[in-house]
């Protein structure tokens, strides 16, 4: 069994700044990509920053120069440093996990949400 879990949501203030964590834990063989993605109220889920198993990682035009992703492999867990909040960063934030599971002797890949903690910016 797999498990992503999401914290650091809140509310703050227009140009604020919030950190969010990812971590995934339980039978895991690796963990590779990892990504945030937004999700707010009667919109379709947008992608905001993904990170690789080695550290590359890549952005969502409205975020480049604000969001910062990282990973610590040893602890499966990604974080999103956002800086420079706008209130059209009110949402849902949701991680995903790209996961490899071993299973006898083969290793499966899943893909893994989190529930995805809210982020409120007030104007």
């Known amino acids: 069994q797999v498990q992503v879990v999401e914290s650091g949501g809140g509310l703050v203030q227009t140009g604020g700044s919030l950190r969010l964590s990812c971590r995934a834990s339980?039978?895991?063989?690796?963990?590779?990509?990892m990504a945030w993605y937004q999700q707010a109220p009667g919109k379709q889920r947008e992608l905001v920053a993904t990170?690789?198993?080695?550290?590359?990682?890549n952005y969502a035009d409205s975020v480049k120069g604000r969001f910062t992703s990282s990973r610590d492999n040893a602890k499966n867990t990604m974080y999103l440093q956002m800086n420079s909040l706008k209130p059209e960063g009110t949402s849902v934030y949701l991680c995903?996990?790209?996961?490899?599971?071993?299973?006898?002797?083969?290793?499966?890949?899943?893909?893994?949400w989190g529930q995805g903690p809210q982020v409120t910016v007030s104007s």
């Open positions: 990170i690789s198993s080695s550290g590359s990682t």
């Open positions: 995903n996990a790209e996961v490899a599971v071993a299973g006898g002797s083969a290793i499966y890949p899943y893909s893994y």
């Open positions: 339980g039978s895991i063989f690796s963990v590779n990509t």
